[in-house]
């Protein structure tokens, strides 16, 4: 069985067993709606579904764009300095220490209601992943490349940019994987936490109203994104850094 | 030399003697070793008894290495004077075998010079292979752009470090003989375990052992020699003895 296939079955057996529970434990809807009802919402409410979808995927997008950025630089900057790395890198491991989800009150606070606290929040969930595996991947450069690079009379820089950075882009693509993932974690987060737009903060008022099956849409939407987004992804990496 | 270019630095004659500790234990103590000029030297030896740190040593690049002695360039050399060729080609699967060659230039921050990268690819026969990323290509093709990129760096000094053992034994015999060629006046130094190589290839043979360095006398004729040429077996029989060490293993 190809994978895909096996997938999609997967997902039949997943909603079979979700109608079958609805069906044997006789739940009312707005305990447990099951997956017909939950794609007729998805059917019926879809504007406003798409249009706060919008909101989270913007959020989500541009997190994960600049904690790319910002993990990608951070990594090269430890790599580049052992001075960097003695002063930067406890404070890293320290910052995992903390529990993002406390920032999020923070965030909200300091950056308001609007995108940007979404995006700070989703930004720094990935953050650690893409510097972390960016920068193992810098520090794992093959070491007679690197005694070649030095016999050829080139600057650190320039090892850095020709031979480090390139050799380490597939430790990069692993760290985005793991964005992919994380990032709308924190984009959810910080809807919960203080927004008036965004699937998270729908998600909190449909469950406020006991309308269970606008929820439960809502989440499908953002998972079906999650999945489309890791998945695009992993396609891109692997026909551009895996198959080089 | 042809192509209009300015002939290499000269050729100069490379002395060592000293001692080496890695971490404490000693790598080699109070060897000496002599590579005259414009020849090929072997340094020939079981597996982890120091060849490659020598080499190494020689290059520059033996990090970690506590050596006290002295190396010394007859003549002195400024600037870059040394290249090396390792068993792994160390070509970055990312770039072409063309850009591979360029590498040092980039390294350096030198305008490539693509014409005459064009012309040691033609040299080593790869004139077809230039846009072809390394996974494209054998062994021995990846070993030949290898050896392009050597030639490229036009430096006077060579330090080749068993680049043929990986090779099959036809493709090694055709490296041994393109590489002679290409690399004829340069001063070499080849290590290497295979005692039928250095006795085809050497101009000044060493032995070493834990004990240190032995020079053994290699034939005289003009390189690389023909494998059944008598004095090359002759020499390959000897050194052979001489690694084995135990005479009554060798009759």
Redesign the interface.
Known sequence: MTGWRAGILSAFLGLAIWQGIVWFAGLPKFILPGPALVAETIWTSRALLAEHALVTISEILIGLVLGSILGAATAIALAASPAARALIKPMLVFSQAIPVFALAPILTLWLGFGLASKIAMALIIIFFPVTSATFDALMRT?P??L?????????PW??MR??KI??ALPGFATGLRLAAVYAPIGAIIGEWVGASRGLGYLMLLANGRAKTELMFAALIVLAVFTILLHAAINRLSTRYIDQ? | MGHGRAPVTQAPEITLSGSATWAGSPIFSDISLTLPAGQWTCLLGQSGVGKSTLL?LI???ADGLDFKGQIAFKPEISG?K???M?Q?D?L???LSAQENIL??A????DPPDRKRAAELLAKVGLSDHAHK?PKHLSGGQRQRVSLARTLM?DCPVVLLDEPFSALDALTRLQMQDLTTELLLGKTILLVTHDPSEAARLGQVIYLMEQTGLRKIPAPNSKTPRSLDAAAVLKTQKMLYQNLLSHPELTQ
């Open positions: 093959q007679d490349w005694a070649l690079a030095k016999v050829m009379g080139g600057s320039r090892i020709h031979i390139p050799a080089r | 190494r290059a520059g690049i870059r040394v290249t090396f390792a792994d160390l970055l699967p990312w590498l040092g980039r390294l350096r921050g990323k760096e």
